[in-house]
């Protein structure tokens, strides 16, 4: 069964550097969403992309984030310059449908900002 | 926006009881309602959905309530098993925007 990848499994930076999260979606999927979940607390919606362009954002997704499918099967997660209240696990999700259902999420990446 | 309410936080029960978790939702523009279980540093699993346009949605040991009017549902997990231990989040959909639930740690003991 077809499954959503993410790269690296952990990353750890020092505050101020910019990090690039990488995800495969599952390859028939054509809607991409970034979330983010602080240790213990729940599930965050970041962003979700379509046809290169964002479709919605939340508050959280502010300048410092930036989003991008850089070629045919990788869509990435940029942070500019990365806080301490960045560190958090980040999951990809895509989808087959333009309304959002049935995203499948893929393993996480956990961000460390020391 | 969305904004979702999960309870209860905890929750504990016996093999081969019942479990029964309930969400609120604020924005009637909501459409889909999906539930996710995480076990302990995993991905979240996508375990059962249901659609505004639906009451009631089964699978096996596992159901879902829609109540559009009062906007609540509920997750209803029967004959508990310990492999059902994990944390549950229920989510709304509006507007390709998805909001999750504060989640409920769910331990059956056996």
């Known amino acids: 069964e077809p499954e959503v990848t993410q790269t690296p499994s952990h990353q750890v930076t020092q505050m101020g550097q910019e990090v690039i999260l990488r995800c495969v979606p599952i390859?028939?999927?054509?809607?991409f969403y970034w979330y983010r979940q602080i240790l213990g607390q729940k599930v965050e919606f970041l962003v979700s992309?379509?046809?290169?362009?964002?479709?919605?954002k939340s508050e959280i997704f502010d300048d410092q984030f930036s989003v991008e499918r850089p070629d045919g099967s990788n869509f990435t997660l940029k942070i500019r310059s990365t806080k301490l209240e960045d560190s958090a696990m980040y999951f990809c999700?895509?989808?087959?449908?333009?309304?959002?259902?049935?995203?499948?999420f893929g393993p996480g990446t956990r961000l460390t900002v020391t | 926006g969305e904004n979702v309410e999960q309870h209860p936080s905890t929750l504990s029960v016996q093999e081969g009881d019942s479990a029964v978790i309930k969400c609120t939702y604020s924005?009637?523009?909501?459409?889909?309602f999906p539930w996710y279980k995480q076990e302990l540093g995993k991905r979240p699993q996508l375990i059962i959905d249901?659609?505004?346009?639906?009451g009631e949605k089964k699978d096996q040991r596992i159901a879902v309530t829609l109540n559009k009017t009062a906007k609540h549902f509920s997750l209803h997990i029967t004959e508990t098993q310990p492999e059902d231990s994990a944390v549950y989040f229920c989510?709304?959909?509006?507007?390709?925007?998805?909001?999750f639930g504060a989640g409920t740690r769910l331990t059956v003991k056996p």
């Open positions: 999700a895509s989808s087959w449908d333009q309304r959002g259902y049935e995203q499948y």
């Open positions: 390859s028939n999927h054509l809607y």
């Open positions: 992309f379509y046809n290169n362009e964002i479709s919605e």
């Open positions: 924005d009637s523009a909501s459409n889909y």
């Open positions: 249901i659609r505004s346009n639906v």
């Open positions: 989510a709304a959909i509006s507007y390709n925007d998805m909001r």
